[in-house]
Nanobody
Framework: QVQLVESGGGLVQAGGSLRLSCVASGSIFPINDMGWYRQAPGKQRELVAVIRTGGLTTYADSVKGRFTISRDNAKSAAYLQMNSLKPEDTNVYYC?????????WGQGTQVTVSS
């Protein structure tokens, strides 16, 4: 069983910044990918950014140049630095960790960007 605990969400004005953190614990085994997804009510969960074991990153087009994903393997943690936030970034953000047993999800953290 893998537990993912997210933190760092909140309310920020447009143009501001937030940093999300995610720490994995439990029977994590080696984690391959760690990523962040977001989901608005009534919509499908979408990829925001993912970072692979070797450090290769992938971003959604909508966040390229504004968001940066990083990880600390020693802490089994992943981070999402979000700059130049826009109202359309308002969402619940979920941490994802993938190991040999599949995908594991955090409980989500709300990010609200006011205009």
């Amino acid at each position: 069983q893998v537990q993912l605990v997210e933190s760092g969400g909140g309310l920020v004005q447009a143009g501001g910044s937030l940093r999300l953190s995610c720490v994995a614990s439990g029977s994590i085994f080696p984690i391959n990918d760690m990523g962040w997804y977001r989901q608005a009510p009534g919509k499908q969960r979408e990829l925001v950014a993912v970072i692979r074991t070797g450090g290769l990153t992938t971003y959604a087009d909508s966040v390229k140049g504004r968001f940066t994903i990083s990880r600390d393997n020693a802490k089994s943690a992943a981070y999402l630095q979000m700059n130049s936030l826009k109202p359309e970034d308002t969402n619940v953000y979920y941490c994802n960790a993938r190991n040999v047993f599949g995908d594991h999800w955090g409980q989500g953290t709300q990010v609200t960007v006011s205009s």
